[in-house]
């Protein structure tokens, strides 16, 4: 089992070791529920998941950097790093080894929802192929806010800074792409400018993915913001870790 | 096995390490002694790989600590100052982790633990969280996860700091035990530690190497003890 396994397995192992996860996925599961049934699950008497995927991004953006405050930021203050980093393992092996774990973790915050869907599926007929599209959807959100998440708790040995970075960085992600925001500055920037800060929007892509098609487009951004975010935590980990 | 050549690190306008040379051969126990401050952890660190000099450069077991750090990293054993740890790991998965994270698996993980357990007694310990352990255990711990592997070289950051008397003699018998396969160099401010378990000292100050000798010969040239000499050779000479 080479370090980077070592490193993923020891993470994803840890978080169950711990209250973290379970007190994590009670309130997330009780909020993911508890706002699609607001939404009106049942009165837009359809058998789709919209009401359910359509609250995740607002509900991620402070879920998932709750998660990802501790990636780097305990290390830090704790003294482990230099456990870890003293190992035979590159910075980037370590990086990529504890998001993969984190995105693991919310991955299977994720899938704890299946009653939604399996609810969906007894009372109606809904569109799997929607369905499939919204969870793949989910998951790169999640690990676009993680890697995000990750910079920051990088950046500070405070959880709670690296918290609240992170919550306003994914804030903006989500908001850059509402047409409320859109339309506010319309008024100030010229179109070929909004469409640029539309499509750098994470809830522009993920809109898109909730439609059911799974565009090329959608993926590389996810992917692009993900490789991005992490490769600016590996080199920012390597300026401040003794700091 | 170890050969450092004008290594120096700096923090902003602190110089934490100037221009340090210094090799140390199989079967050599090096004291490294100084001041708070001095750059001894420094030092270890960029032989560790945990840090980048800022000029210069070294070589642990013929692998070059800015070419090859992964290489290094497989060479030696680590203690780091303070012996960090995972405090809501176990001592059994802390030290399991650190089995797989080195590829040792298997039976060679068995064996290796089998091994270390009963080496840096831990044994009453195994099963327990870190965060409920004493400084003493802790510090075994930190010990155990750098011996685990057993590597050539050995790099220990104070490592009996925090033990109890009669834990500080068994590290140190540990460490006579093993010095004669493996180099090994310790950070101490405890001047019996050097005359101990160092067959060569080097004392270092703001970042610079003022002796390199043996406890022996030091004690000789100063006619005094070693506690005497640390302090003469630490207040009077600024540099080199």
């Given at each position: 089992m080479n370090s980077f396994r070592a490193v993923f397995k020891r993470e994803l192992k840890g978080y169950f070791a711990t209250p973290?996860?379970?007190?994590?996925?009670?309130?997330?599961?009780?909020?993911?529920?508890?706002?699609?049934?607001?939404?009106?699950?049942?009165?837009?008497?359809?058998?789709?998941?919209?009401?359910?995927?359509?609250?995740?991004?607002?509900?991620?953006?402070?879920?998932?950097p709750s998660t990802a405050m501790r990636l780097w930021a305990e290390e830090r203050k704790s003294g482990s790093i230099e456990i870890l980093?003293?190992?035979?393992?590159?910075?980037?092996q370590?990086?990529?080894?504890?998001?993969?774990?984190?995105?693991?973790?919310?991955g299977i915050a994720l899938l704890l929802t299946f009653p939604v869907p399996l609810v969906v599926c007894y009372l109606g007929d809904p569109d799997e192929g929607m369905i499939i599209a919204g969870y793949i959807g989910s998951f790169l959100l999640a690990g676009g806010f993680l890697a995000v998440g990750s910079f920051f708790?990088?950046?500070?040995?405070?959880?709670?800074?690296?918290?609240?970075?992170?919550?306003?960085?994914?804030?903006?992600?989500v908001y850059a792409g509402m047409p409320t925001t859109l339309n506010y500055l319309s008024a100030a920037l010229p179109p070929s400018a909004i469409s640029a800060i539309e499509s750098m929007s994470i809830q522009v892509h993920f809109d898109s993915l909730l439609k059911g098609v799974?565009?090329?487009?959608?993926?590389?951004?996810?992917?692009?913001?993900?490789i991005g975010w992490i490769a600016a935590c590996s080199i920012i980990l390597d300026e401040r870790k003794t700091s | 096995m170890i050969s450092v050549k004008q290594l120096k690190r700096t923090f902003g306008p602190i110089v934490a390490v100037d221009d340090i040379s210094f090799d140390v051969a199989k079967g050599e126990v090096l004291g490294f002694l100084g001041p708070n401050g001095a750059g001894k952890t420094t030092a270890m660190r960029m032989l560790a790989c945990f840090l980048s000099p800022d000029s210069g450069t070294a070589s642990v077991c013929g692998h070059d600590i800015i070419r090859k750090p992964v290489a290094v990293r497989e060479s030696i054993g680590y203690l780091a100052e303070n012996a960090p740890a995972y405090s809501e790991m176990t001592v059994a998965g802390f030290l399991s982790f650190v089995c797989d994270a080195r590829?040792?698996?298997?039976?060679?993980?068995?064996?290796?633990?089998?091994?270390?357990?009963?080496?840096?007694?831990?044994?009453?310990?195994?099963?327990?969280?870190?965060?409920?352990?004493?400084?003493?255990?802790?510090?075994?711990?930190?010990?155990?996860?750098?011996?685990i592997h057993d590597p050539q070289v050995l790099i220990l950051d104070e490592p009996t700091d925090g033990l109890d008397p009669n834990q500080k003699h068994e590290v140190r018998r540990l460490i006579n035990n093993m010095a004669k396969d493996k180099c090994i160099i310790v950070s101490t401010h405890i001047l019996e530690e050097v005359e101990d378990v160092c067959t060569r000292t080097i004392i270092i100050a703001r970042g610079k190497i003022l002796v390199d000798s043996t406890p022996a010969a030091l004690k000789e040239k100063y006619h005094c003890s070693l506690d005497e000499v640390f302090r003469k050779v630490t207040r009077t000479r600024k540099s080199a």
């Amino acid at each position: 089992m080479n370090s980077f396994r070592a490193v993923f397995k020891r993470e994803l192992k840890g978080y169950f070791a711990t209250p973290i996860a379970y007190v994590f996925l009670v309130i997330f599961l009780f909020f993911a529920g508890y706002l699609t049934f607001r939404g009106g699950f049942y009165e837009i008497r359809q058998a789709d998941m919209r009401t359910f995927f359509s609250n995740l991004p607002l509900l991620f953006v402070f879920m998932v950097p709750s998660t990802a405050m501790r990636l780097w930021a305990e290390e830090r203050k704790s003294g482990s790093i230099e456990i870890l980093l003293t190992l035979p393992i590159t910075i980037p092996q370590a990086v990529i080894g504890k998001f993969i774990a984190a995105w693991c973790f919310l991955g299977i915050a994720l899938l704890l929802t299946f009653p939604v869907p399996l609810v969906v599926c007894y009372l109606g007929d809904p569109d799997e192929g929607m369905i499939i599209a919204g969870y793949i959807g989910s998951f790169l959100l999640a690990g676009g806010f993680l890697a995000v998440g990750s910079f920051f708790s990088a950046i500070s040995k405070n959880q709670v800074i690296s918290f609240i970075l992170a919550v306003v960085a994914c804030g903006i992600l989500v908001y850059a792409g509402m047409p409320t925001t859109l339309n506010y500055l319309s008024a100030a920037l010229p179109p070929s400018a909004i469409s640029a800060i539309e499509s750098m929007s994470i809830q522009v892509h993920f809109d898109s993915l909730l439609k059911g098609v799974i565009e090329f487009k959608d993926i590389a951004y996810f992917v692009i913001l993900i490789i991005g975010w992490i490769a600016a935590c590996s080199i920012i980990l390597d300026e401040r870790k003794t700091s | 096995m170890i050969s450092v050549k004008q290594l120096k690190r700096t923090f902003g306008p602190i110089v934490a390490v100037d221009d340090i040379s210094f090799d140390v051969a199989k079967g050599e126990v090096l004291g490294f002694l100084g001041p708070n401050g001095a750059g001894k952890t420094t030092a270890m660190r960029m032989l560790a790989c945990f840090l980048s000099p800022d000029s210069g450069t070294a070589s642990v077991c013929g692998h070059d600590i800015i070419r090859k750090p992964v290489a290094v990293r497989e060479s030696i054993g680590y203690l780091a100052e303070n012996a960090p740890a995972y405090s809501e790991m176990t001592v059994a998965g802390f030290l399991s982790f650190v089995c797989d994270a080195r590829r040792i698996t298997g039976n060679a993980k068995k064996e290796a633990l089998d091994r270390i357990v009963p080496m840096c007694a831990v044994g009453s310990v195994y099963h327990q969280t870190i965060d409920t352990l004493s400084k003493g255990y802790r510090r075994r711990v930190g010990l155990a996860q750098a011996l685990i592997h057993d590597p050539q070289v050995l790099i220990l950051d104070e490592p009996t700091d925090g033990l109890d008397p009669n834990q500080k003699h068994e590290v140190r018998r540990l460490i006579n035990n093993m010095a004669k396969d493996k180099c090994i160099i310790v950070s101490t401010h405890i001047l019996e530690e050097v005359e101990d378990v160092c067959t060569r000292t080097i004392i270092i100050a703001r970042g610079k190497i003022l002796v390199d000798s043996t406890p022996a010969a030091l004690k000789e040239k100063y006619h005094c003890s070693l506690d005497e000499v640390f302090r003469k050779v630490t207040r009077t000479r600024k540099s080199a």
